[in-house]
């Protein structure tokens, strides 16, 4: 099923379209997300990608009732996916009219599970970290798990990664990428977790190009870095892998100059 804004693997647009939203009040004073705050803020991106007159319809223009719909989501225990986002999510899709049977919210799980096997549409939604193998994990690379053996991909510091997007049960199926910077992990020794090298961004980056996504998390990343360690403090490894999802793969545009990019709400440290 194709879609305004379904992505097909291998091909480019001409210019892609980012949201990059934010708003100073999604976290309480104890990091607790307000959840009114981020069905706004979600719905409000949604539009702006889409162009559509209302958040219903912009989400009637990404999925389709027919849809059987798969989220790609990251649980990784110490930064995953907020629960909140997810229950958003599923939401969002049955009220495009999506019978709740035809809608799966997986991690590890995907090549297991039922709803996955037969999707038509997957929604990809992951917070963006440091990663010690990739540079950073972030929409590329969260689809790993429809690999049987992830590790197989991890060689050259995960170059490669953009190769699962042509998996059959990937291709032609993404309709929206969620990169979630509400509190982005900037730093990583090794696989140890240190909230030290979180900070509160309050934001959301979406689109329907994964590359370009990336590549706006990939800067607001290194922004924050050289800010922090105040210098040039390079990723290791590199996130070659965005990069190479633009020029070796054909996924998407990873060159920032080509990405238009949309800015809503809290301006404050945006780093981009």
Partial sequence: MNTPFSLSGGNQQKQSRVVLARDEALLDGAGKIDQAVLSRLLDDAVVRLTQAPSAAEAWRNIIMPDDVVGIKSNHWNTLRTPPELENMLKTRVLETGVKESDVSVNDRGVLNDPVFKRSTALINVRPSRAHAWSGVGSMIKNYIMFLPQP??????????????????????????????????????????????????????????????????????????????FQEDKPLNPPAKHIGLADTRHHLGTADLSKIELVKLGWSASMLI
């Avoid at 329907?208 to 706006?216: E, F, L, Q, S």
Wanted: proline residues 4%.
């Fill in 151 to 228: 590790s197989s991909i991890h060689g050259d510091s995960c170059a490669d990664l953009a190769q699962i997007w042509s998996l059959p049960e990937v291709k032609n199926k993404t309709r929206l990428n969620i990169l979630v910077m509400i509190t982005p992990l900037f730093h990583v020794v090794g696989t140890t977790f240190n909230k030290e090298y979180t900070w509160a961004y309050k934001g959301l980056v979406v689109g329907t190009d994964p590359v370009a996504v990336d590549a706006v998390g990939l800067q607001i990343i290194q922004s924050r870095r050289k800010e922090y």
